[in-house]
């Protein structure tokens, strides 16, 4: 506090010499404990901090427009000669000024306005202001723009630089920024850490006479110089914006290093498995596994063996058979005497898999529990005993795995399928229930394959296997984009004549919003529509607020072809396995996201029949929508599809953390700035060679107390 008020007497910062990563920012002039602690929802501690808290984009109060160029919600200085100002009084009580320059005019309408306002807006005088032309009624308006008037005709903007507006919270205000950036511009910057040695950096950025420092690149996109393109600015090209892009991807790649390196520390049951129980489960597979899977299994079952915790990915197209995969996995901790969980993302995928398992490992005289949300109190409180006192080896089931209530007695072996549901919290809260000084080895599989240049640059800490191979038989899914208006009727005709045929269907009812009961009564309705048009024909349905039994009743019975047409909501986007299904239908498609379409077409084309999907939609149809049905049109291939859902929706919400902001940059956003990607991993090499003491420094200053998040 002490240091506080000095600095409001004196009016600078009073400890020149130390690092700004260690001055609080408290120490800056207008900010006490309740600015700090609003300051601290940004994640804005220190003076550093400050500094690189960026602006997110500039006024541009420099050039003047003029009025007759001017276009809608465009921000620009205009001047012009008051011709009319008076006080009207319509709905609301305004005063409107009418200014010219000789190529047009506009309207300022303002509500609120002093006397003396009213009267400084002389005829003939000249005003300047900037604000946001809108299209009013009578040509273009500013409502309350910043302004100034003078007798004289004033020359050029208001300013000769660009205004910076910062990314903010409430109560903190873009004066408030703009005066403690300065402060810190001024007084701590000059000591700020020069992590980076210039031999580090690649060449565009030490493009000799143009070298930037760390200092002049936070200087420049706080307070661009005059003259600066904006144009480079707002696309995050400026050689500053670059330098701390380039340094913050380097710091992300620093820390997942060490977090690895981290790991590499840490201890887990070496879990073994002998080739006879090995060949005892294949036999109950009941098929060959493809050359793929046997790698993939080879691989993880080496992982496994070892001491190491084992972090691998497993990525598969829909179909490939991944949970082949889990249940070797599941199968070598159990014969370890090692508990294993295999948790999913949806109550109905999750019994899928139950099933499965029990299928395959009670014959192996390997119990399989299962937990949910929905499980009925006494059955949940004997699997939960089970789980603690160690009787039980292997647990199915959601989330509910992971509540606080369970315990394990040694948890060895964490399955998570689909992973991009999860959050990065759900895999913390799995850490915290292995045993004492114990790492749970994790097996995470997903169909979503992750893009090579993010696969290298952040599951840098995962290992990756792929199975690339479908099993012997699989086709390729026809598909075709139809409105739903005019074609329903033929649509309808095509789904009896593939009942007659004896091929099965799946008719995917629309998704109205994020309401479960909505989204049964659509898939009810849907369901009562089809049973009158499709007489004779067996239709049932199967949607998330049915119990598990009744759920699992119809699934039964559209296994054995009992039932031939189920209506569905999403809930059967993972998992469900039937061959005879050779149609689906899909309704809404133009709500759904590409990767969740594509998991509900490989619900089809598993068995013999040429499979087809048609996929409906409501017009009228945007860009983005328009695109996805393409895509899907015209591949089948898992990994383009991925590919271009990443394109369309960033990275952050394809890795599943975007809630947590795990992979939330300062700067530097890994779609736009991937050409530098490829740049990293040799610069870091030359870093660690130079500087290897820096790099600490480096991973706090951009990754944070948010480093333990990175790899949960
Ligand atoms: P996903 O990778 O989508 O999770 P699953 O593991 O659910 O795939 O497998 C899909 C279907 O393919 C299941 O019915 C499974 O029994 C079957 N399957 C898996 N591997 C093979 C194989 N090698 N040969 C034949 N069928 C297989
Ligand atoms: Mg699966």
Redesign the pocket.
Known sequence: MSKKKSNLLSGSNKEPTANPAEVPVTSLSGVGPQMAAKLERLHVHNVQDVLFHLPHRYDDRTSVTEIGALLPNLSTVIIGQVELSQVVFGRRRSLLVRISDGTGSLTIRMFYFSRQQEKGFKRGHWVRCFGEARRGAKGFELIHPEYRVSAEKPEGGFEDTLKPVYPTTEGVSQTLWRKITEQALQDSLPHINELLTQSCLPPHLIDASNTVSLADAIKAIHRPAVGTDIASLRAATSQAHQRLIFEELLAHHFSLKKSRMDRETEIAMPLTLSKQRYADLLEQ?G????NA?QRVCAEVSANLQLEKPMMRLVQ?????????VAAQAILQAAETKVQSVLMAPTELLAEQHYQTLREWFEPLGLEVGWLASKTPAPQKRETLEKLRNGELLIAVGTHALIQESVEYRMLGLVVI?EQHRFGVDQRLALREKTPEGRAAHQLV?T?TPIPRTLAMSFYADLDVSS?DEL??GRKTVDTVVIPSETKRQEVIERVRSACQQGRQVYWVCPLIDESEVLNAQAATDTEQELQIQLEGINVGLVHGRLKAAEKEQVMNAFRKAQIQVLVATTVIEV?V?VPNASLMIIENSERMGLAQLHQLR?RVG?GSEKSYCILLYRQPLGQHAKERLKTLRETNDGFVIAEKDLEMRGAGELLGTRQTGSLSFKIADILRDQALLPQIEPCAKLLAEAKPQNIDALIERWVGSREGYVNA
Not at 316 to 324: A, E, I, L, R
């Open positions: 597979f098929f060959e596994l493809t899977q598969g197209d829909v179909g490939s058979g991944k949970t082949v399928d599989m169909a199975i099993p012997p998992g396995d490989g598993r």
